[in-house]
């Protein structure tokens, strides 16, 4: 039964891919939320909160977009502004948030009640607040050198975006609040480009001041995700590839502007049904069925077809760099016969970390978190979470209360 819906679900994503190469006009006309056509500024704007947007180069010529929440609604509230200076944003600390695999910044602020999101709940406790959006999404599709339509500019996986877009976003932040340190705050993949990123004695691991890991993915031999599973079996990935498909779910405004948000609106039990599929089922209480039409209408954010095939790579494989397919290819790009891999060993003994999981989690599950968690030198304060899924720590309804309530008291621990 399982593999005749993942059947199914292939079935969809391939006739959307398809579509979408040649529709250029949305239809989300037919929908009646006015939040289906606004976004990540214009929901921040639209909740009372003052909004930038900055743009930032990495060192391999990728435009990576930046929304900056600089106070909450009350500027004056919070306990770190301060009414006699001047200049409140430099005594202000930071706090960078990035998404995960597919998702965008808008994760961070999409909640129908500000009070629900963590990039409102952080701006109104008066941090400098800084939300990334990889390469290869619809916010970050720009590049120095190429366009979305060259071979080019598709060529990373989760492994550029920790070496390459991660630290560029954290100097300009730096650059422009005057802080020496950022926090950092990933879900799922944003956990990953962590693990990447903050090697022991790095110049990028002396600007991170605390590493929230929501949902961490590292390993993933034990993925449980009955579509993941069966996608990395298939070597879907390589089949997009052959089709000449550079991008995943990028350009996609028929599933984006129409189908994800029309199924959920007619028939909210499909769409949990189908997320949970994915990415495991938390209770029911746990998302906004109502939300999840304006949710779904900002994601999939796009990824690379490379980054699809490396994360399948790694479901029958350690943590490790990406496998071009020969000897040959391999020793060019690392100087040896295999793929490098990651060791986590290496990551920041100094960096306060911070790790909650999910007991419904099928992408981040109990036998990989359990590998991870003893490696981890300075590993403050862990929860676990046994009622959420791997979406429960971003999208769900109580995850003020159960997750961001200990990042809140963490954050002042240590700022």
């Not at 409140?88 to 600390?93: G, V």
């Not at 390459?164 to 932040?173: A, G, N, R, T």
């Not at 995700?225 to 298939?234: E, Q």
């Not at 189908?259 to 949990?272: D, G, N």
């Amino acid at each position: 039964m399982k593999n005749i819906l993942t059947i199914e679900y292939i079935i969809i994503i391939l006739v959307t891919i398809l579509i979408s190469c040649n529709v250029t006009q949305s239809i989300e006309d037919i929908l009646f939320d006015p939040d289906f056509k606004l976004n990540i500024s214009q929901l921040i704007a639209k909740q009372g909160y003052p909004v930038e947007n900055h743009f930032v180069t990495t060192k391999d010529g990728y435009i990576i977009s930046l929304q900056r929440i600089p106070n909450g609604i009350n500027k004056n509230k919070g306990i770190f502004n301060n009414n006699n200076n001047n200049n409140n944003t430099k005594i202000k600390p930071t706090v960078l948030l990035q998404h995960g695999l597919e998702d965008i910044g808008t994760t961070w602020v999409f909640q129908e009640n500000r009070y629900q999101s963590l990039g409102f709940i952080l701006a109104d406790e008066g941090y400098d607040v800084w939300i990334g959006n990889v390469r290869g999404t619809i916010y970050s599709n720009k590049h120095l050198e190429y366009t979305v339509n060259d071979d080019e500019y598709w060529d990373f996986t989760f492994n550029e975006m920790g070496e390459f877009d991660l630290p560029s976003m954290v100097d300009y932040i730096i650059n422009v609040t005057g802080n020496s340190k950022v926090n950092y705050i990933g879900h799922s993949q944003g956990t990953t480009m962590g693990f990447i990123g903050f090697k022991d004695g790095s110049e990028l691991t002396k600007k991170i001041n605390t590493f929230f890991a929501l949902a961490p993915v590292a390993r993933v031999t034990h993925c449980q995700s009955p579509l993941f599973n069966f996608l990395g079996n298939l070597r879907f990935g390589l089949i997009l590839k052959f089709f000449g498909v550079k991008s995943f779910l990028m350009d996609s405004p028929i599933l984006r502007g129409f189908l994800a948000p029309t199924l959920c609106s007619i028939t909210p039990i499909a769409c949990t049904t189908s997320l949970g599929f994915i990415t495991g089922w938390g209770e029911n209480s746990n998302l906004n069925e109502t939300r999840l039409p304006v949710i779904l209408s900002q994601s999939p954010g796009g990824t690379s077809t490379k980054n699809i095939i490396h994360w399948s790579q790694n479901l029958n494989n350690e943590f490790q760099k990406f496998d071009y397919g020969s000897s040959y290819e391999n020793f060019i790009h690392y100087s040896q016969s295999t793929p490098p891999k990651y060791n986590i060993t290496n990551f920041s003994k100094k960096i306060p970390t911070i790790i909650f999981t999910g007991g419904k989690d099928l992408i981040s599950t109990k036998e990989d978190y359990n590998w991870l968690l003893p490696q981890l030198k300075n590993l403050i304060y862990y929860k676990h979470i046994d009622s959420y899924s791997h979406l429960d720590f971003v999208w769900g309804n109580d995850a003020y209360k159960q997750v961001y309530s200990d990042i809140l008291k963490y954050l002042l621990k240590y700022n």
